[in-house]
């Protein structure tokens, strides 16, 4: 199917917008972003991780940025053991960090600021299990004063079928309010 029929497809990069932003910094800082928790993670299905101190990475490990910019990530993942639970699916838990991050990715690609996620929804459809590919899409899809709204698909490659559909909002995070209570 050519790339303008897939609506799955990345934009193509002679579109206005997305030619400037896959170039711009906030897009090159986004990409940034993406490659350095990926590289922080232990080899995907590594269970030494458990013992080490990138808990944080080990959802991310594996996962391969397709596109990013302009308030748009596509990203490709396979599911390995690290991220699994003892029925061989993908843990829910995993499931969430990864889409946390790539949603604020999304936003770090336009905005070039980052954000911290104020609400937070998750919606599962499907499981994954340990070697399925999954292509995850996080995009903006609305801005209300300093509250931006992404929203994240996972789906199984292959198939097509919806895993999990998330829905966050998030805030600049321009500095930390110590309370003194």
Known sequence: MPQSENPRAPPPAVSGK?????TSENSKAATRSIE??????????????WKSDVFDCVPLSGLRPIFVGGGLVLCSYIVHASVADEEGKWHLGAI????????????????????ITVDF?????????IGDEVEIEAK????????????VELRHRCTGR??????????ILR???RSNM
Do not use: C
């Open 18 to 22: 997305f030619l400037k932003s896959a």
């Open 36 to 49: 350095n928790l990926v590289a922080k993670s232990p080899a995907a299905g590594s269970l030494e991780v």
């Open 96 to 115: 969430a960090t990864v889409m946390d991050d790539i949603g604020i990715a999304a936003i770090l690609s336009e905005d070039g600021e980052y954000q």
């Open 121 to 129: 929804s998750i919606s599962f459809f499907s499981d994954a299990k």
């Open 140 to 151: 903006i899809v609305d801005r209300r004063g300093s509250l931006t709204m992404v929203a």
């Open 162 to 171: 919806l895993v999990a559909v998330s829905r966050q909002w998030v805030s």
């Open 175 to 177: 500095s930390f309010h």
